[in-house]
């Protein structure tokens, strides 16, 4: 039988906003992916440390995960055969978690039919192993393989994957900055930063223009959508500095100035992967040598 396969993800919008109650909105990204198989070709990178951490934290999770089967099988030689960048902003470790829930959880169908939420939760849980904090958006994505849109309150909701209502004529990009970046390193540094009240003012300014820019996506408004996403990658460049690397901030410079294109954080940030969106990709094509993929919108 084939292994099942857990695609990457891309945080369309909500990076950092999520800690502080605004929007996210992610989808799946297959142009990356991931797999487990057992290969006799020595010892997984994560997996042992996972099995030690899982042990810890099982008290916590919904769903009883099959230990014993784990431990034998990474005995065995079982490995996460992935191409998804690692610490890239594209989901790596949300798609590894899925792989090991899909396979060792019970009960993954009885939790999706009484509550998202737990499986939600329970993603989150493991992920953290990664992140210190998780809020399982990245496993949920993998997992499920469509659209997911979190709100406060409300948790996640499933989107169909033909109900995003992609206005015409703009497409979104990304930038490989040929870096790594930290993502629990980046949550405390901007936890820090959130304890700053003018900080915090513009932030939560910012990130309405996430919200806003997600509500235009939905609803096909393109100059909305346009807008909002110079609003996010405005406050981003100015105040997130550490966040971006130098040459990914003169594209952000560049966007800005001209207006044919804007990039904000795809994820975490510090490195990996950056979104742009452009109405013209052909025009801006002299900009972005680094491209390394454009996404019909």
Not at 252 to 261: P, Q, S
Request: net charge positive; glycine share 10%; charged share 20%.
């Amino acid at each position: 039988m084939a292994k099942p396969i857990f695609t990457s993800k891309l945080l369309l919008f909500g990076e950092y906003g999520i800690l502080k109650g605004f929007d996210a909105l992610a989808i799946p990204f297959p142009k990356y992916t991931g797999k487990l198989e057992i290969r006799n070709e020595g010892t997984d990178r994560w997996l042992p440390g996972l099995l030690e951490y899982i042990k810890t934290v099982r008290h916590k999770l919904n769903s009883k995960f099959d230990l014993i089967k784990l431990e034998h099988e990474i005995k065995s030689g079982l490995k996460f055969i992935s191409n998804i960048p690692f610490n890239a902003g594209l989901g790596s470790s949300g798609a590894l978690i899925a792989a090991l829930f899909h396979r060792y959880s019970a009960g993954t169908r009885k939790y999706l039919e009484i509550e998202l939420k737990l499986l939600n939760h329970d993603l989150g849980i493991l992920e953290s192993y990664f992140h210190k904090k998780s809020s399982g958006i990245d496993p949920l994505v993998s997992f499920l393989n469509v659209p997911v849109l979190f709100t406060k309150g409300e948790g996640p909701k499933l989107l169909d994957k033909n109900i995003l209502n992609y206005p015409n004529g703009y497409k979104f990009f990304l930038i490989n900055s040929n870096s790594l970046g930290n993502t629990a390193d980046l949550v405390t540094l901007l936890k820090g930063y959130l304890e700053n009240s003018i900080f915090l003012s513009r932030f939560r300014e910012a990130y309405q223009h996430s919200n806003n820019a997600i509500s235009y996506m939905l609803s096909g408004d393109k100059k909305g959508l346009f807008d909002s996403f110079r609003g996010i990658s405005e406050f981003q460049f100015k105040n997130m500095k550490q966040y971006i690397p130098s040459n990914v901030r003169e594209l952000f410079k560049t966007g800005l100035e001209h207006g044919h294109f804007y990039i904000k954080l795809c994820g975490s940030g510090g490195g990996g992967h950056y979104l742009g969106i452009t109405g013209n990709v052909e025009h801006i094509k002299k900009y972005l040598d680094s491209c390394i993929e454009i996404i019909d919108i």
